[in-house]
Each structure stands twice: as C-alpha cells, then as structure tokens.
C-alpha cells in the first residue's frame, strides 16, 4: 500500500540513528536520561553538550544547552517536536523502564496499547515527549482482510506489563 502522493521509498534498511535534544540544563536532563532511564554517558563536548547511549554506540541521545541554557520550554501549541520514541528490545525491557520511572515518582502522560507495540508517555524535565515501547512480533500485528495495519490505541495494561518483572531474574 502506498501512502499518499508517496513516490519514492527509503530502503528498509534505514534507521533514525540518534535525536539531539537542546535542553535548559544539562545535569537536570541527565538526572532523566541517564539516572532514571539508565542510558550511559559515552562523551562530553565541552560544558555544554553531553552524549549517551544504550550499549556503547557513539550516541543515541545528544544533550546541548548551546542555544538553550536556562529557556523555558517551548510552547505545548507550537511546531517543533511531537516526541522522540525510544525502542525497547524486549517487553520486560520496557517493564523495567516502567519501575524505574514510577520508582523515581515520574510521571506518565499515557500508556497505550497500539496492536502493533506497547507504548509509555511522558515528557522530560524540558517538557519534550518521549514515547518508551516495544514493538510485537510482526506476525502478531493486527491486520484488515486485505493484510493493511489495524493500529489501534487502546489502554495498556500496566499490571501485566509490571508482571514482566515477577518470576525467574527479576
């Protein structure tokens, strides 16, 4: 099925690769996404740009106050970034991001079960979204008759996501 007006196709082997974020402080931001979500420190760029990752890759996450040190937060009714949405490998992955978070008192803005993922909500300390999911197999995505997507947002079930972390390595 071809999106509309859609005329030429990006390999299906094309990744979005990292997200760099301008932030008003660069310690508050870490507090979130390297003490609460777990993504490690991978280098410094001078005092105002730090970059993290998950499992040693060059950056995931590039933090920088160079044009934003002390902002406020843009404007929710405003053009720019909707969210940035980090992928989890596994579910329980994503049940331990959930414990980390409620652990921390953090707040989610949603959770919701797409058919095709499990999805977190929230917003950073600079009011940025960041979705946190896990995608299903494909062969369990949700299909019409003719093979198209059925997305769907339904409510997460967040006690069975948290089950995840119950049993044998929790």
Known sequence: MQARGQSRRVSPETRIGHVHLKVANIER????????????????????AVFLSAGGYHHHIGLNTWM??????APRGSAGLFHLAILYPERRDLALALRWLVDAGH????ASDHGVSEALYLRDPDGNGVELYRDRPRD????????????VTAPLDVEGLL????????
């Open 29 to 48: 931001a870490l507090r979130f996404y390297r003490d609460i979500l777990g993504f490690e420190v991978t280098q410094w760029y001078g005092e105002d």
């Open 68 to 73: 934003s040190r002390n902002a406020p937060p």
């Open 107 to 110: 707040p989610l803005d949603g």
């Open 140 to 151: 369990e995505w949700p299909r019409d008759p003719d093979g198209g997507l059925t997305m």
């Open 163 to 170: 089950s995840e972390l119950d049993g044998p390595g929790a």
